[in-house]
């Protein structure tokens, strides 16, 4: 199977580290988001990758190349002018035509779920499976009883009530009738998607994950990553 990296983005709140790189070239531990996603990728025997470039395009290129020095193969879908997620895969049809299933990524995000779980939960009348993690609280808490007093602190918990979008998919080759020629398949296809009852959820309770939106989250990427990776 193939998987497309939406790497073609201009990464605008993480200025000015993104003025002169695309996101996806930023680094959590001295190498690019880019690299830990492809390293991910091949664990998992993923070798095709296309990615989906723009912004700053020749600094994924020039890094990446063919990429035999990384274990891949790599392929290039390019935006001349924004088309959003859902037009950057829509622009990688032709490379994706003989894929009966593929996964995508979003190029900002660092995580280590299995994606082959999404593969397998991809099953007969679903058309897309997507990765949800629980919600990540931006704060620590405070942990209180019936009667108001104080019991505990937790430290930026996961709150398990509420599932996010963790930019991880496996798709069937028919969401391409759902996709626009520009925009975002967050607003368009997966809506469709759930219209139509074809779009289910696969949950990972306990496993790392990060989205790339700050300076902050560089910095707590690294810690997390060098954690797990002990």
């Known amino acids: 199977m193939k998987a497309v990296i939406l790497a073609g983005g201009f990464g605008k709140r993480l200025k000015p580290l993104t003025d002169e790189r695309p996101k996806p070239m930023i680094e959590v531990l001295d190498k690019p ?12 025997g993923i070798n095709d990758v296309i990615l989906c470039v723009g912004y700053m395009k020749e600094h994924i290129v020039d890094h990446i190349g063919s990429g035999s020095k990384l274990g891949i193969n790599a392929y290039y879908t390019v935006e001349d002018t924004p088309l959003g997620t859902g037009g950057a895969l829509k622009n990688a049809e032709t490379l994706l035509s003989n894929e009966e299933k593929f996964f995508l990524l979003n190029g900002d995000i660092l995580t280590n779920i299995n994606p082959i779980r999404l593969k397998n939960e991809l099953s007969s009348g679903i058309e897309a499976t997507i990765a949800v993690v629980p919600l990540p609280s931006p704060f620590g808490i405070v942990q209180i009883d019936n009667n108001s007093k104080v019991v505990g602190f937790a430290e930026k918990p996961k709150i398990t009530q509420f599932w996010i979008n963790a930019g991880v998919y496996c798709l069937s080759n028919k969401i391409f009738d759902y996709l626009p020629e520009s925009g975002n398949i967050e607003t368009t296809a997966l809506p469709a998607l759930v219209k139509d009852k074809k779009l289910k959820a696969a949950r990972f309770d306990n496993a790392f994950w990060r989205s790339i939106d700050s300076h902050k989250d560089i910095e707590e990427a690294a810690k997390e990553i060098d954690t797990i990776s002990k």
Do not use: V
């Open 33 to 44: 988001i880019i690299e830990w996603q492809i390293k991910w990728l091949t664990n998992h």
